[in-house]
């Protein structure tokens, strides 16, 4: 059983994560906040005592670091005693902060792939440039280290799981759709970190297609789809996380990662784009100054987190995924709808922050009570995915599932599983599903 928990990162996503874990510190334990600006730190543990988030009283605790600097990581470790650290600073520092966690035996969870500032879409599979060559060391030192759980890459991961293992016989495809209907009401701005943003469109596109990885320009390939609650929706083919994974650990052909883009953010990103204002290499001013474009945009456009208070309207984010059952086509949509209006009056963030936070400390709650506490590295689709969604529904983002029966909540899903499975054979799909169900029916979530 693995306590208290070292948060990195100060921004959006670190603020929901901070307000996450305190509603559920009787089980996560002391919660310590550090990035490299303190007074960050300190918004967001006012925040947390403001909204009166703990569930256990409890003194949150914060500190200045340099996430960049792997002996003061370990050092903020073996200080505070965490024995889990939730990395939602940066994809900048993931080695730094995965290698302080091999050296103390902590428990790691990220929610995005590593990234070098160098580099702009690196040669496929990307864990495999980074994180992946640390998973041999993670197992012999017995370390646990779950990577991409936020919720694409993460919650979207357990859907292709859930799937595989409980819908299909075979998957021919899995299309990950990702569409914000929101509305922020800024000229222009990006939900999440801008220079992470733009560096994931202004390279190569890649996807998994024909079980081998494809390449496409942003914006060349698009789709359009009628959706639960935020209608119809067009989608561009888009290169993202989650595909490096789901196409090595799932015997499917065809996985791909679409996101929803309005005609305004394709127009301002093509003239950035073009006039060399995203590139991630520096130049040098009339002044001789040294400045990197894509840090300068950066720097003038408005800080996702302040987005939070006008946002109106909902995301949806899910799977969809073909394949055959007992010798028929199927089709099932995994999706999960959020209110960016609702995230805020809880936690005081936006949808896209929301969506990035609460999956990461549903995990870190699995791992603290031994269910995911895996002792090496894995992807989100490497684990049993039942405790998982469910726990996930009672913090916020509930699942719903789309198919040939209509369109229902995952829990009246597995409802229905078990009033089936009391009739039938557990040797049975229907069984199976019900076995687990009730296995992961623990009364301290």
Request: hydrophobic share 40%.
């Amino acid at each position: 059983m693995k306590k208290n928990v070292l948060i990195i990162g100060a921004g959006g996503v670190a603020r929901v994560v901070a307000h996450k874990c305190a509603q559920h510190n009787d089980i996560l334990g002391n919660i310590v906040i550090a990035s490299r600006r303190v007074t960050k730190c300190e918004e967001i543990a006012a925040s947390v005592l403001e909204r009166r988030s703990l569930k256990v009283p409890a003194t949150l605790h914060t500190y200045a670091l340099d996430a960049m600097d792997t002996a003061a990581i370990e050092a903020l470790i073996h200080k505070t005693r965490s024995q889990l650290v939730i990395n939602v600073g940066s994809a900048f520092i993931n080695m730094s902060v995965l290698s302080a966690c091999i050296a103390t035996g902590a428990a790691y969870l990220d929610t995005a792939i590593h990234e070098d500032h160098k580099k702009v879409c690196e040669t496929p599979p990307w864990y495999g440039n980074y994180e992946w060559q640390r998973r041999d060391e993670c197992k012999a030192r017995g370390v646990t280290a779950i990577l991409g759980v936020g919720f694409d890459p993460g919650v979207v991961n357990a859907y292709a799981a859930l799937a595989d293992r409980e819908y299909f016989d075979s998957i021919d495809s899995i299309d990950i759709l990702d569409v914000n209907a929101g509305c922020h009401g800024r000229y222009f701005a990006t939900n999440f970190d801008p220079e992470i943003n733009f560096r994931e469109f202004t390279g190569q596109v890649w996807s998994w297609q024909n079980s081998r990885w494809t390449s496409n320009t942003m914006f060349e390939v698009k789709r359009t789809d009628d959706l639960p609650v935020v209608g119809s929706q067009t989608t561009y083919l888009t290169g993202h996380d989650e595909l490096h994974s789901l196409s090595q650990n799932l015997q499917v052909a065809n996985i791909r990662f679409w996101m929803g883009f309005g005609e305004h953010y394709i127009n301002v990103f093509t003239v950035l784009k073009n006039l060399g204002l995203l590139s991630e290499q520096p130049v040098i001013t009339a002044e001789g100054l040294e400045v990197v474009p894509l840090k300068v945009v950066k720097a003038v456009l408005p800080n996702p987190s302040s987005l939070a208070p006008e946002y109106q309207g909902k995301t949806c984010i899910g799977d969809l995924i073909k394949g055959q059952k007992d010798g028929k086509d199927k089709e099932v949509f995994i999706y999960n709808i959020c209110d960016h209006a609702e995230n805020y009056a809880e936690v005081g963030s936006q949808a896209i922050s929301y969506t990035g936070g609460v999956p990461v400390v549903a995990a870190a709650i699995l791992v603290a009570q031994g269910k995911w506490d895996m002792k090496t590295m894995v992807n989100v689709e490497e684990l049993p995915p039942q405790p998982f969604l469910h726990l996930l529904n009672t913090m916020g983002l509930p699942t719903r599932i789309r198919d040939e029966q209509g369109d229902r909540a995952l829990s009246e899903e597995h409802c229905m599983i078990i009033q089936a499975g009391n009739t039938r054979a557990d040797s049975s799909l229907t069984g199976r599903i019900a076995n687990q169900y009730r296995s992961y029916q623990q009364p301290d979530y």
